[in-house]
């Protein structure tokens, strides 16, 4: 079970930190991801970091900005979001799975979070 925390209403420029947290098994061996989803349009990958490497991949949009990190012995990935722009008012989504190294399908996770509400006002 994956539980995302840290979403919340911040102005253009700011940062903000979402927290990904696994329960009831280990995640360590698996690859994880944050997605979005904006109103009225589809999830889109936002970022993703492999288990062993912890090679990692971004979508354009966030490239520069955003930084996906993990804590294995915690059972814990984070997204560190800086620079926020209106345009990434979501809502975001932590996911699993054992999928290759810079997965950015959906399809290819099987675990997700509930999600977290990203607001980034003008």
């Known amino acids: 079970q994956l539980q995302a925390f840290g979403g919340g209403l911040v102005q253009a420029g700011g940062s903000l930190r979402l927290s990904c947290v696994a329960t009831?098994?280990?995640?360590?061996?698996?690859?994880m991801a944050w997605f979005r989803q904006a109103p009225g349009k589809e999830r889109e990958f936002v970022a993703t970091i492999s288990w062993r490497l912890r090679s990692t991949a971004y979508a354009d949009s966030v490239k520069g900005r955003f930084t996906i990190f993990r804590d294995n012995a915690k059972n814990t990935m984070y997204l560190q979001m800086d620079s926020l722009k209106p345009e990434d008012t979501a809502v975001y989504y932590c996911?699993?799975?054992?999928?290759?190294?810079?997965?950015?399908?959906?399809?290819?996770?099987?675990?997700w979070g509930q999600g977290t509400l990203v607001t980034v006002s003008s």
């Open positions: 996911a699993a799975g054992a999928c290759v190294a810079g997965e950015i399908s959906p399809s290819a996770y099987s675990y």
């Open positions: 009831g098994r280990t995640f360590s061996r698996l690859g």
